[in-house]
């Protein structure tokens, strides 16, 4: 083999080595996401907070803009719509929820997705409504539970 090919391959091999020691592998990148606990106690942090339509600060809060604040002060970006957030992470039945995940409601005649709010455990959740952030039951039989859609899993 000539000396040119031999350091076209020594190059080549450098180059791929390279590459991938600078991917992150699976395990780090779920390090980085926070705990469930970690997004429930900030979540908790918010209650009372006003319900302001678009609030997405402590000032006031909007269901999406509640749950996307809270996940980005232990940074995790979420989309800012409740729609949007309902296309990220996993699927997750309503008997195998875990404290963290993200539960959605129909709330709208419009809208397939229109509420959002982070499930706390104990059937209950934790999301800002008409009279501000608030701890509710997924279960309540008068409002919340024949509006469930869904949930997903995100942590």
Not at 116 to 132: D, E, P, Q, W
Request: charged share 20%.
């Amino acid at each position: 083999m000539s000396t040119v090919k031999k350091s076209l391959l020594s190059l080549l091999a450098v180059i791929m080595f390279a590459v991938i020691a600078v991917q992150p592998d699976a395990a780090s990148a779920a390090a980085k996401k926070p705990s469930a606990s970690a997004i429930v106690n900030q979540g908790k942090k918010y209650l009372g907070v006003r319900y302001v339509y678009g609030g997405a600060s402590p000032k006031g809060f909007d269901c999406s803009g509640f749950t996307s604040y809270t996940f980005k002060q232990k940074g995790m970006t979420l989309p800012r719509s409740a729609s949007e957030q309902y296309k990220k992470g996993k699927a997750v039945s309503k008997n195998n929820l875990k404290a963290g995940d993200l539960v959605f409601f129909k709330t709208s005649s419009t809208k397939k997705v229109s509420h959002v709010g982070i499930y706390i455990g104990g059937n209950k959740f934790i999301h800002s409504a008409g009279k501000g952030v608030a701890i509710t039951s997924i279960n309540d039989p008068y409002y919340w539970k024949s509006r469930f859609v869904g949930a997903r899993r995100v942590l």
